[in-house]
């Protein structure tokens, strides 16, 4: 008969290695969903599709840094997001949080 604390080790250690190419994947997944709600929310502020390059001189600088900073927020917003869902759902079917 196995002990409870190894078998609570067991499971634990199980869902560390189960979880991280789940999180991997989860990650990816939330880095192209990013892209795609920036280049929205980009969009319908009447610019291109794709936001300046820092090096790209034909824009102003006061364009780069806004593109800059919603593209940082948004990747922000959208990435705790789905690595929180990603999270909580693994949490939900192996019943332990995530390491």
């Known amino acids: 008969m196995v002990p409870d604390t190894i078998r609570a080790m067991a499971m634990s250690s199980t869902a560390t290695v ?11 997944l939330g880095g192209v969903l990013a892209g795609l709600v ?3 929310v980009w969009s319908r502020l ?3 599709e794709t936001a300046p ?6 824009h102003s600088t006061r364009e780069v840094l806004i593109a800059a900073a ?3 927020s948004v ?18 079917l ?3 949080d995530p390491a």
């Open 18 to 28: 189960v979880y991280k190419p789940v999180s991997l994947a989860i990650s990816v």
């Open 94 to 96: 192996a019943h332990e």
């Open 46 to 48: 009447g610019h291109d």
């Open 53 to 58: 390059a820092p090096k790209d001189l034909s």
């Open 70 to 72: 919603i593209q940082g």
């Open 38 to 40: 920036f280049r929205q």
């Open 75 to 92: 990747f922000g917003i959208v990435k705790a997001g789905v690595d929180r869902a990603g999270a909580r759902g693994f949490r939900a």
